[in-house]
T-cell receptor, first 115, second 111 residues
């Protein structure tokens, strides 16, 4: 089984709809991240969480919110989806432990299309 | 503001050739630098991570170097194979764990 899973893998929705993307990990990592990838722009950080009670905005947080329900779960919500939020969304995890190199491990991605 | 640039954007080589992918960054105050591989429609796979105190890391046919003072990293792929065809991304972080990515180099290795 994959260490970092994302659901759904693909989603098509309409402008104005509320959407939730979910991420779960079995790696036991404390840090989790949400990125979006757009052609020609690379990956950009939306939100990150260093533990259940620590959530921070990334580079492009406007229009998004997150919830860290447990150490293993980190959800990304689009309260009112708009077409320019059409992108590939990735969840990632890393371990902040003393022996860790803070390598980030990525999920398979969710392809979101907003019509 | 940290900016990461990867050149070239695309590269096509015949099988067996040794090749170098380049990554440059504007702020040398980094914690580490990671190289990732991304296959079409798939997630990212971490290939190599270089801590700021290190000069290089090796894994199999891959060797990544880091020159912090000049803001450069290279990923060297020896004896390239068609299975190496993918997009290669580099990313740098400060000590907060946040990664800043380059736009990637798309590599095609022709049989």
């Amino acid at each position: 089984d994959a260490d970092v899973t994302q659901t759904p893998r693909n989603r098509i929705t309409k402008t104005g709809k509320r959407i939730m993307l979910e991420c779960s990990q079995t790696k036991g990592h404390d840090r989790m991240y949400w990125y979006r990838q757009d052609p020609g722009l690379g990956l950009r950080l939306i939100y990150y969480s260093f533990d259940v009670k620590d959530i921070n905005k990334g580079e492009i947080s406007d229009g998004y919110s997150v919830s860290r329900q447990a150490q293993a779960k980190f959800s990304l919500s689009l309260e009112s989806a708009i077409p320019n939020q059409t992108a590939l969304y990735f969840c990632a995890t890393s371990d902040s432990g003393r022996a860790s190199t803070d390598t980030q491990y990525f999920g398979p991605g969710t392809r979101l299309t907003v019509l | 503001k940290q900016e990461v640039t990867q050149i070239p954007a695309a590269l096509s080589v015949p099988e067996g050739e040794n090749l170098v992918l380049n990554c440059s960054f504007t702020d040398s105050a980094i914690y580490n630098l990671q190289w990732f591989r991304q296959d079409p429609g798939k997630g990212l796979t971490s290939l190599l991570l270089i801590q700021s105190s290190q000069r290089e890391q090796t894994s199999g046919r891959l060797n990544a170097s880091l020159d912090k003072s000049s803001g450069r990293s290279t990923l060297y792929i020896a004896a390239s194979q068609p299975g190496d065809s993918a997009t290669y991304l580099c990313a740098v972080s400060r000590n907060t764990g946040k990664l800043i990515f380059g736009q990637g180099t798309t590599l095609q290795v022709k049989p």
